[in-house]
């Protein structure tokens, strides 16, 4: 079936690194890839989304790459911020049917300090 | 648009009780989806709804939780009779039904039953 797995977090970093959160995924076909982030006391906010392979998600200088060959969708930042702590969802939308379901991985918090 | 609307936001009951969470999805869109989230056990998809009538209820834990969606713009999750238990954050969220476009969460309810 389709499955979305993350790295174990937490992830603590120093303000101003660079940010690796790795996804993998499993589904037939072409998915959809997203990423989405949910702020302490916060539902869940779309960071960025993929369609097709290939395709690279940003926002907020956040990115992440579609790839097809290993079946992957890192979440990367070049320089994080305090403000960036958070907790980090990974998820697809299988491309059987064309449903608006998605399939979440288990989320990565990410700790920024000063 | 306002966005994903749930009441209340907190909700202190006693065991025993029936609880009734609400949600307002935004207007147009024709799936909606309730998700359970804790410490625990993650983010759970309780059950999820496609034009107001419900597609999967495997997620439900009990007999003792129930959805209803008596129409395009409200739904509600009640429990009946509430244990300690099922204290958590309850998120409702809403999609198209396309596999590119992604939910909209709501904030959440947070419960707690003492």
């Known amino acids: 079936g389709n499955s979305v797995t993350q790295m174990e977090g937490p992830v603590t970093l120093s303000e101003e690194a660079f940010l690796t959160i790795n996804c993998t995924y499993t589904?037939?076909?072409?998915?959809?890839l997203f990423w989405y982030v949910q702020y302490p006391g916060e539902g869940l906010q779309l960071l960025l989304k993929?369609?097709?392979?290939?395709d690279k998600g940003s926002n907020k200088g956040f990115e992440a790459t579609y790839r097809k060959e290993t079946t992957s969708f890192h979440l990367e930042k070049g320089s994080v911020q305090v403000s960036d702590s958070a907790v980090y969802f990974c998820a697809l939308n299988s491309p059987e049917g064309n449903t608006g379901k998605l399939i979440f991985g288990q989320g990565t918090t990410l700790q920024v300090k000063p | 648009d306002a966005g994903v609307i749930q009441s209340p936001r907190h909700e202190v009951t006693e065991m025993g009780q029936e609880v009734t969470l609400r949600c307002k999805p935004i207007s147009g869109h024709d799936y909606l989806f309730w998700y359970r989230q804790t410490m625990m056990r993650g983010l759970e998809l309780l059950i999820y709804?496609?034009?107001?009538?419900?597609?999967?209820d495997s997620g439900m834990p009990e007999d003792r939780f129930s959805a209803k969606m008596p129409n395009a713009s409200f739904s509600t999750l009640k429990i009946q009779p509430s244990e300690p238990r099922d204290s958590a954050v309850y998120f409702c969220a809403s999609s198209l039904a396309s596999r590119n476009y992604g939910y909209t969460f709501g904030s959440g309810t947070r419960l707690t039953v003492v």
């Open positions: 709804f496609n034009n107001n009538v419900p597609i999967d």
């Open positions: 993929a369609t097709k392979a290939d």
């Open positions: 589904a037939t076909g072409y998915p959809s």
